[in-house]
């Protein structure tokens, strides 16, 4: 039986993931957990088969917590699930540990498919994005602006770039308006940006923003 901790600050898409896991014969899922701290709380404390695990949180960044299920319990696999777009995420997570990326807008057999794969230890990604990834590997040899970037500082710019203010930023990810405005002047300096127009113009050019 594959037991999986979903996590996830909508409690509208937690019901919808244990609606469709609940009909399948050789996965349950083991707990719920509304966000990062929590999630990394229940970790320590049980055992699970694997995770599914929401990208955007308020209290902790999923590639935060990601980072720390790799760093503590390398041996648990980890899926992501995102509303982001993959051309988003989907490579940053991946390299960062996760075993699989999706989107929430998949169908349920995918994900029935994505959990089954992860959880065996395979990686998952879905075809759609191998196959651009494999059209554009000459093109991702040559590093673009926003990939030099941190996860932080990229969580960021696609943040800024979709309307966001500082200090709703701030808000959003429980850091000072003045620790926002760092970033924010790291990544213009990276990027060669001048301000969050030529940001925003940018992000939507590379299609980082939807």
């Known amino acids: 039986m594959i037991n999986i901790l979903i996590v996830d600050d909508h409690a509208v898409v937690r019901a919808g993931l244990r609606q469709i896991i609940s009909g399948v014969s050789d996965m349950a899922v083991a707990d719920e957990a509304n966000g990062g701290i929590e999630a990394l709380t229940k970790i320590r404390n049980k055992g699970y088969s694997m995770v599914v695990l929401d990208i955007s949180m308020p209290d902790k960044s999923g590639l935060d917590v990601l980072k720390e299920i790799r760093n503590g319990y390398p041996g648990l ?3 992501m699930l995102s509303m982001y777009p993959e051309d988003q995420y989907a490579v940053r997570a991946m390299r960062s540990g996760a075993a699989g990326y999706m ?3 998949s169908a349920p057999e995918e994900l029935v498919t994505a959990i089954r794969t992860v959880a065996s230890g395979r990686k998952y990604i879905s075809s759609d994005f191998a196959e ?3 059209c554009n590997i000459d093109a991702c040899m040559k590093k673009e602006p926003h990939e030099i ?3 932080r500082e990229y969580q960021i710019l696609c943040t800024i770039a979709s ?3 500082v200090s709703e930023i701030a808000g959003q990810l ?3 308006v003045k620790t926002i405005s760092t970033y924010r002047s790291r990544i213009l300096k990276k990027m060669q940006l001048k301000n969050n127009a030529e940001l925003t113009n940018y992000a939507i050019r590379n299609h980082l923003i939807h």
Request: charged residues 35%.
């Open 77 to 79: 696999p980890v899926l």
């Open 103 to 105: 989107t929430k807008d």
């Open 132 to 134: 651009r990834i494999a």
């Open 149 to 151: 970037l941190s996860d």
């Open 163 to 165: 309307g966001k203010t």
């Open 174 to 176: 429980s850091r000072s």
